[in-house]
């Protein structure tokens, strides 16, 4: 949809801008405004496929500092609407969006087929699938400008990915194809629904049920097939065309292992609509573009996705691959706080001085700066884990298994402290639903409730990857051979880094104490840092970049490291670091070894 007329311009004012008020990033490509993420692009990606997607993820940063991020704003201050009735009075319940909603979906799906582009080859004319790390670089541009409906985009991709896996050859025919289009009129987008009343985190308290009834017709003509009765209890993209949902079959057992995965239309194949019912919208606090909702189920029908008694563990696929999306929005958000706290120091004057000038100002952006770059390294490293298990690389397996929840745990909840800090350093006006801060600070908080509290995350680390896979010798593993393959890092440091994961990596074997697991999450933070710090310090030297050498750092001495509350911090390395991060454009790794070595 063309922006004239439709919605109101998106350019800045033609009267001149009040110097006295701080800038902000509209207008910003936010590919060209990274280098950091254009220099891991490099180093993930194939150089033909790289050269091949640089004009799209160009585009796409145009975008999304431009007319996507103005789309997102109207889509937050007009969220969808439920309508219980058609005009005829039946019962046909419908969502009705704003028109900015639905552009924002033609973007993500048939201009970008970010749904599509790791399950079928063809999306930009590219004859293979992509490899999971351009697919999450998309979604890292795209949700700099918007959050909510990356939550549709995401379940719709990981739905097709958990269909196409499981379903049997008659629901792929009907199906597939559809889930994978990019035609508007022709695509079918997924949603998930887990969550009741009963079961949240604890999903094997769910009290679906579901009945094989042998007259059951689909509208195909063909009888026989499950029908599902209960309540979901938090529906997001509520209005979805194929839905992935557990309920519990007919006398099987309690508890997780009991629940059955399925896969529920919202319309039969003779166009009626499913026996369900959308009763409510939840009024969030954040994501208020994207539709979540109560659903009630009467008898709808559904198919079964693989053998009924692995339901719950085959929808974990799902379910870990939305964790580490979680973990690039929180990556994208970050950046977005990063880039808007820069745009007001360097544009925002007081006391007679620029903010960008002032000690403290330095200081507050350096920790803006350090958890948003973590986040970016573990993009690249978790997503090219990914790409390696499924290319069958058992080792890469493990390796995934103990970095998708650590990504998910630690990005998602430092994406709320920078979001406030971006806040406060725009002030009062960060407060005021005009500008984006305030969208930031309320999106942000969702990356810690969805696809599993911190306490589930951080135990799921603790408990299960490291004490029941083993995944923590492969993570060991991992950083030793990056460290060692990291040229022209000083040998002290990397001897440093070694001894911080290995006793990272023991602090979190012993957290499995048997009597509460209550250091877990201090565990899963530990391995955190100290896992993108030894990345952060390899990534300098495959790519000269110095300033990851700086972050490197950073993250040792203030992620790492206690402090006396009580004394003076000799933070005389930080106003180096300052100096390097924020006035320089470029830094190469020498230089930061000799700032190092101080």
Same mark, same amino acid.
């Given at each position: 949809?063309?922006?004239?007329?439709?919605?109101?311009?998106?350019?800045?004012?033609?009267?001149?801008?009040?110097?006295?008020?701080?800038?902000?990033?509209?207008?910003?490509?936010?590919?060209?405004?990274?280098?950091?993420?254009?220099?891991?692009?490099?180093?993930?990606?194939?150089?033909?496929?790289?050269?091949?997607?640089?004009?799209?993820?160009?585009?796409?940063?145009?975008?999304?500092?431009?007319?996507?991020?103005?789309?997102?704003?109207?889509?937050?201050?007009?969220?969808?609407?439920?309508?219980?009735?058609?005009?005829?009075?039946?019962?046909?319940?419908?969502?009705?969006?704003?028109?900015?909603?639905?552009?924002?979906?033609?973007?993500?799906?048939?201009?970008?087929?970010?749904?599509?582009?790791?399950?079928?080859?063809?999306?930009?004319?590219?004859?293979?699938?992509?490899?999971?790390?351009?697919?999450?670089?998309?979604?890292?541009?795209?949700?700099?400008?918007?959050?909510?409906?990356?939550?549709?985009?995401?379940?719709?991709?990981?739905?097709?990915?958990?269909?196409?896996?499981?379903?049997?050859?008659?629901?792929?025919?009907?199906?597939?194809?559809?889930?994978?289009?990019?035609?508007?009129?022709?695509?079918?987008?997924?949603?998930?629904?887990?969550?009741?009343?009963?079961?949240?985190?604890?999903?094997?308290?769910?009290?679906?049920?579901?009945?094989?009834?042998?007259?059951?017709?689909?509208?195909?003509?063909?009888?026989?097939?499950?029908?599902?009765?209960?309540?979901?209890?938090?529906?997001?993209?509520?209005?979805?065309?194929?839905?992935?949902?557990?309920?519990?079959?007919?006398?099987?057992?309690?508890?997780?292992?009991?629940?059955?995965?399925?896969?529920?239309?919202?319309?039969?194949?003779?166009?009626?609509?499913?026996?369900?019912?959308?009763?409510?919208?939840?009024?969030?606090?954040?994501?208020?573009?994207?539709?979540?909702?109560?659903?009630?189920?009467?008898?709808?029908?559904?198919?079964?996705?693989?053998?009924?008694?692995?339901?719950?563990?085959?929808?974990?696929?799902?379910?870990?691959?939305?964790?580490?999306?979680?973990?690039?929005?929180?990556?994208?958000?970050?950046?977005?706080?990063?880039?808007?706290?820069?745009?007001?120091?360097?544009?925002?004057?007081?006391?007679?001085?620029?903010?960008?000038?002032?000690?403290?100002?330095?200081?507050?952006?350096?920790?803006?700066?350090?958890?948003?770059?973590?986040?970016?390294?573990?993009?690249?490293?978790?997503?090219? @884990?990914?790409? %390696? #298990?499924? /290319?069958?690389? *058992?080792? !890469?397996?493990? +390796?995934?298994?103990? =970095?998708?929840?650590?990504?998910?745990?630690?990005?998602?909840?430092?994406?709320?402290?920078?979001?406030?800090?971006?806040?406060?350093?725009?002030?009062?006006?960060?407060?005021?639903?005009?500008?984006?801060?305030?969208?930031?600070?309320?999106?942000?908080?969702?990356?810690?409730?969805?696809?599993?509290?911190?306490?589930?995350?951080?135990?799921?680390?603790?408990?299960? @990857?490291?004490? %029941? #896979?083993? /995944?923590?010798? *492969?993570? !060991?593993?991992? +950083?030793?051979?990056? =460290?060692?393959?990291?040229?022209?890092?000083?040998?002290?440091?990397?001897?440093?880094?070694?001894?911080?994961?290995?006793?990272?990596?023991?602090?979190?074997?012993?957290?499995?104490?048997?009597?509460?697991?209550?250091?877990?999450?201090?565990?899963?933070?530990?391995?955190?840092?100290?896992?993108?710090?030894?990345?952060?310090?390899?990534?300098?030297?495959?790519?000269?970049?110095?300033?990851?050498?700086?972050?490197?750092?950073?993250?040792?001495?203030?992620?790492?490291?206690?402090?006396?509350?009580?004394?003076?911090?000799?933070?005389?390395?930080?106003?180096?670091?300052?100096?390097?991060?924020?006035?320089?454009?470029?830094?190469?790794?020498?230089?930061?070894?000799?700032?190092?070595?101080?």
């Amino acid at each position: 949809m063309a922006d004239g007329g439709a919605f109101p311009s998106i350019e800045k004012p033609m009267t001149p801008l009040d110097p006295r008020i701080a800038g902000d990033c509209r207008g910003m490509n936010f590919y060209r405004a990274d280098p950091a993420f254009r220099n891991l692009l490099d180093l993930y990606l194939p150089d033909d496929l790289r050269a091949h997607l640089e004009p799209h993820y160009d585009s796409l940063g145009e975008l999304a500092g431009g007319h996507l991020d103005h789309l997102a704003d109207l889509s937050d201050k007009h969220g969808p609407v439920l309508h219980p009735r058609d005009r005829f009075g039946r019962d046909h319940e419908w969502i009705e969006y704003h028109p900015a909603y639905k552009e924002m979906e033609k973007i993500a799906l048939k201009d970008y087929g970010l749904h599509a582009m790791t399950n079928r080859p063809g999306v930009f004319d590219w004859p293979k699938k992509f490899p999971y790390v351009a697919k999450y670089g998309f979604q890292y541009l795209y949700v700099q400008a918007e959050f909510g409906i990356m939550c549709p985009i995401s379940v719709t991709d990981t739905s097709t990915y958990l269909f196409m896996r499981y379903a049997d050859d008659e629901l792929k025919a009907r199906y597939g194809e559809r889930l994978m289009s990019q035609d508007m009129d022709e695509v079918l987008m997924g949603a998930q629904f887990m969550t009741e009343k009963a079961g949240g985190s604890d999903a094997g308290a769910a009290e679906s049920v579901a009945a094989f009834d042998a007259d059951a017709d689909d509208g195909t003509g063909k009888k026989g097939h499950w029908r599902l009765t209960g309540d979901k209890w938090f529906c997001s993209h509520a209005d979805g065309d194929l839905v992935m949902i557990l309920a519990r079959p007919e006398g099987a057992p309690d508890g997780s292992r009991g629940l059955g995965l399925f896969v529920m239309p919202r319309y039969l194949e003779n166009g009626e609509k499913n026996s369900y019912t959308i009763i409510r919208l939840k009024d969030k606090l954040g994501t208020r573009s994207m539709a979540s909702g109560e659903v009630h189920l009467d008898g709808a029908i559904a198919y079964p996705l693989g053998d009924l008694e692995n339901g719950f563990k085959n929808m974990l696929d799902q379910v870990n691959l939305s964790r580490l999306s979680h973990g690039v929005r929180a990556a994208a958000m970050m950046r977005r706080c990063l880039n808007e706290s820069l745009a007001v120091a360097h544009t925002r004057s007081a006391f007679k001085q620029r903010l960008i000038d002032m000690p403290l100002v330095r200081r507050q952006l350096l920790k803006i700066m350090v958890p948003t770059e973590q986040s970016l390294t573990m993009w690249g490293a978790t997503a090219q @884990a990914l790409d %390696k #298990s499924e /290319a069958g690389d *058992d080792d !890469a397996t493990r +390796l995934l298994r103990i =970095l998708t929840p650590l990504y998910k745990f630690r990005a998602c909840r430092d994406n709320i402290q920078v979001a406030t800090a971006a806040t406060e350093m725009r002030g009062g006006l960060g407060y005021i639903e005009e500008w984006v801060n305030a969208r930031l600070v309320r999106d942000a908080h969702i990356g810690t409730l969805w696809e599993g509290t911190s306490n589930i995350i951080g135990l799921d680390v603790v408990t299960r @990857a490291i004490t %029941k #896979s083993g /995944a923590d010798v *492969d993570l !060991a593993d991992m +950083l030793k051979e990056k =460290l060692e393959d990291a040229d022209g890092v000083p040998g002290q440091f990397k001897g440093e880094l070694g001894g911080l994961i290995e006793r990272a990596i023991a602090f979190a074997k012993s957290a499995d104490d048997g009597a509460g697991n209550t250091e877990c999450r201090r565990a899963s933070s530990a391995l955190y840092h100290a896992t993108s710090a030894a990345l952060m310090a390899w990534e300098a030297s495959k790519t000269g970049d110095g300033k990851r050498l700086i972050l490197s750092r950073l993250v040792t001495d203030h992620r790492l490291t206690t402090k006396d509350p009580l004394t003076a911090a000799d933070d005389g390395f930080g106003k180096v670091a300052a100096e390097l991060l924020l006035d320089r454009d470029q830094v190469n790794v020498e230089e930061a070894a000799a700032a190092m070595a101080g």
